[in-house]
């Protein structure tokens, strides 16, 4: 009697494998997420250990924005068997919630585990350049470029940590790698994006220049330059770019102002008003201008201010 027990539960236990084998099998075939979630939860009541069901399921529920759901899934792995790639994947659900701190520590534990795993340095480094730990971000960027030297998209993110820390040299010397490697539209404009942050506005016209000429679809660029040119006083060429920035989004109010001033340098008083205008009204703020603080969410308060506050006096008297 025992004997025939022993073999029933044996019998048992593999059908249950087979079935559970078949549904993880279908379970990866199907490109229906949710289906897929209900197939793998399946597998999991069969075999609650079947780790590798939670992981399937854990990116699953990622990659359809339930993050809370995948970091449990990758939990459970963790608990009961780490390893590099699932607290990698935990990490990138972490930091999808904007959970820096919890995704520094699941990439930091990957790359531990696994030294060969540049993607997870990669992300240590860019979540500490979140958190402002520019130092020890530019150390995982700096050895991330020594395994990789030819991504450009490294250098640009390590030349944004150099200027945090106002180590500007260097950062210049990175975004122009990054142009070496890949002269395209994106890698110019970062560089002027940085040239107009140091004030190097005549370097940084010509630079939002070239990355037009490989993409004239980038209203931002449009703005940057133009705001380049009002700086150095070539006011039609600011008016010109303004406007263009204007016909991607009429609801720039930035452009608006950039428009305000550079017709109020140029003495056209009755176009500086119109523009001014309808800057204030996009920005609710009407007629009543009291204190230069209503422009507190704007590009000119935050990055010009002292151009800004010069200028807005004159141009709120026009009213």
């Known amino acids: 009697m025992k004997q025939l027990l022993l073999t029933l539960f044996m019998c048992s236990t593999l059908l249950n494998y087979a079935q559970a084998n078949k549904l993880y099998r279908k379970a990866m075939r ?12 399946e597998v999991i009541k069969i075999e609650p250990k079947n780790l590798d069901a939670y ?4 990116i699953a529920k990622n990659d359809l924005g ?7 899934d990758y939990s459970k792995v963790i608990v009961e068997q780490p390893d590099a790639d699932t607290y990698y994947n935990r990490g990138n659900s972490r930091y999808s919630i904007q959970d820096f701190i919890g995704a520094k520590e699941d990439y930091a534990k990957a790359y531990m585990l696994d030294h060969s795993f540049i993607d997870a340095l990669y992300s240590l480094a860019c979540v500490k350049l979140d958190l402002e730990e520019y130092n020890n971000a530019i150390k995982d960027f700096s050895e991330v470029i020594k395994v990789a030297p030819s991504q450009p998209k490294t250098y ?7 200027s945090a820390i106002e180590s500007y040299e260097n950062a210049a010397k990175d975004y122009t790698t990054a142009i070496l490697i890949e002269p395209n539209s994106i890698n110019f404009y970062n560089r002027a994006a940085f040239l107009m942050s140091i004030k190097y506005y005549k370097e940084a016209q010509t630079d939002f220049t070239k990355s037009l000429r490989l993409n004239s679809n980038n209203a931002y660029a449009y703005f940057y330059r133009g705001t380049a040119s009002l700086l150095l006083g070539a006011y039609q060429d600011a008016i010109s770019d303004f406007t263009k920035a204007i016909s991607f989004d009429a609801t720039d109010f930035d452009a608006y102002l950039g428009l305000a001033l550079s017709y109020y340098k140029l003495n056209d008083l009755e176009k500086a008003n119109t523009h001014f205008n309808r800057a204030n009204d996009i920005l609710s703020i009407g007629k009543e201008i ?13 990055h010009q201010y002292y151009y800004f506050n010069n200028n807005v006096v004159h141009l709120a008297k026009l009213q």
């Open 30 to 41: 199907t490109s229906n997420l949710n289906e897929r979630i209900e197939l793998l939860s």
């Open 55 to 58: 992981f399937q399921r854990g």
């Open 66 to 72: 339930d993050f809370g759901g995948a970091i449990v």
């Open 156 to 162: 640009t993110l390590r030349a944004s940590a150099y």
């Open 290 to 302: 009291t204190n230069i603080q209503q422009y507190n969410n704007t590009y000119w308060f935050q």
